[in-house]
């Protein structure tokens, strides 16, 4: 529905019998906020906006400088399958952009920040587009509602497993589809009780829309099945965990500008330019893609989750993987996947700082490494600096404080948000750091 105007929405919202309006946002974190109106002031919503009060979103504002108000965008009008009864009261979304009173762009809002970074890539010609594969686990509930945390972590990736869950995904599919929102395809992972759904290659803003939507209909959908879908980048030891691997290529106009054919690998030199940027600030955006403490137990070796800076076409173990194409299909479907995100993460604000990386690898003409196709979980830290290959962070601290050291994040944040970001996530370390866990105890109170 790209191109809607205030006046289409209000056309449509008569049309599809709608009483309620949920207005979304995200904080930091990627969670959905809401504010829902009833329908009659959706024509005041689109013109003026709706206030909320900021100091109640982790991330947004201080007590003193609270009010904000949601800006709808219209292109993002849905009605939510979910809650679609007209006995009830049909409910649509709309996702909002917020803004400060003096009608200025909030610096805190994610989507805010990663349309600030589309811009610059549109500035020096180019276009964005990504596609994000998600990972989940879908555990079953009591009737009580107490969550069974079950996996065995059976191998069963791509199996064909005809149980309620085949059905929960379906349906979360078919949700997305009436959303207007396409997805690529459905499969079970590694583990049991884990899944994927991969979204459909789109413009970076859209991409991040819907991954935020594909979350909100798995948790709900999920919940009408008495199930719980999470997220966590890893619920289990010694079991896989969920990630985001993310596919992302630039364009200008219908070109895609990282093809070469001339290339043996079929990349151009912006393609290497960008992707050199992104490897050299790999560490200083991974408390991004990987912003929670759990998310760390996810990227260690030996579970396909890539902990090493440097590129590939073939090897999964590497951070960069550059996927072989159809015969014919290389101008469009030349493309990187970068594989260390976690589903955890806000998507608004990872595209950002993929994005951003990319073009600082463009602009200052960097040169990028050969590929590296061995397995790198076998090499040691000698062969790593032989081939000057970089360790991601290996804990959300370490990921924090190469956040506060570097330069690049703070660019894109601006001052304000950057500082809130990192009193956010020294916070949940420390919150970590003191809580006494279920290993201490099992390890150490009969023993000392």
């Known amino acids: 529905m790209a191109g809607l105007t205030a006046k289409d929405v209000l056309a449509t919202v008569k049309k599809d019998r709608v009483s309620f309006i949920d207005l979304q946002f995200t904080d930091f974190l990627g969670n959905i906020k809401s504010s829902t109106i009833p329908v009659y002031n959706l024509a ?10 900021g100091s109640s979103i982790e991330g947004y504002a201080r007590i003193h400088e609270s009010d904000m108000y949601l800006m709808p965008d219209p292109d993002t009008y849905a009605l939510l399958p979910w809650r679609n009864n007209i006995e009830t009261g049909r409910v649509a979304r709309l996702i909002c952009d917020v803004y400060k009173p003096n009608h200025e762009p909030f610096e805190g809002d994610p989507r805010q920040i990663l349309k600030k970074v589309l811009k610059e890539a549109k500035d020096m010609g180019f276009d964005y587009y990504a596609g994000p594969e998600c990972e989940f686990f879908l555990f079953p509930k009591t009737d009580s509602g107490e969550i069974k945390l079950v996996s065995k972590g059976n191998g069963f990736y791509f199996d064909l497993i005809m149980d309620e869950t085949y059905l929960i995904k379906r349906e979360i599919m078919e949700a997305l ?7 690529e395809t459905s499969t079970h992972e590694v583990a049991d009780n884990q899944h994927e759904i991969d979204i ?10 819907n991954t935020i939507t594909l979350k909100m209909a798995a948790k709900f959908i999920a919940f009408k099945h008495n199930f719980h879908a999470t997220f966590m980048p890893k619920p289990f030891f010694g079991i896989n965990g969920s990630g985001m691997h993310t596919h992302q290529s630039l364009w200008k106009g219908e ?5 070469d054919k001339n290339d043996k690998y079929g990349l151009s030199k912006t393609a290497y330019q960008f992707m050199a940027g992104q490897l050299k600030y790999v560490r200083e955006i991974t408390g991004i893609f990987a912003p929670t403490v759990n998310s760390y137990k996810r990227l260690t070796p030996g579970y396909e989750a890539p902990v090493y800076a440097c590129w590939a076409r073939i090897n999964r173990s590497a951070l960069i993987r550059v996927p072989k194409i159809s015969r014919g299909l290389e101008d469009k479907a030349t493309r990187f996947e970068i594989r260390s995100p976690d589903p955890s993460s806000n998507p608004y604000l990872t595209l950002a700082v993929l994005l951003k990386t990319g073009l600082e690898g463009i602009k200052k003409g960097m ?6 196709e061995e397995n790198l979980f076998e090499f040691d830290d000698s062969k790593l600096a032989k081939y000057y290959i970089n360790k991601l962070p290996a804990s959300l601290k370490e990921a924090i404080d190469e956040i506060a050291r570097g330069k690049i994040v703070r660019e894109i944040f601006g001052d304000y948000t950057w500082n809130r970001y990192l009193e956010a996530k020294y916070s949940e370390w420390d919150d970590f750091r003191i809580s006494v866990t279920g290993w201490e105890i099992d390890r150490y109170l ?3």
């Open 44 to 53: 005041d919503a689109l013109t003026r906006g709706i206030w909320i009060d």
């Open 177 to 183: 589809d009436q959303m207007g929102i396409k997805t």
């Open 200 to 209: 459909k290659y789109d413009h970076a803003l859209k991409t991040a829309d």
């Open 255 to 259: 070109k895609n500008v990282i093809y």
């Open 367 to 372: 040169k990028a490494p050969g590929p590296v």
């Open 446 to 448: 009969k023993v000392l």
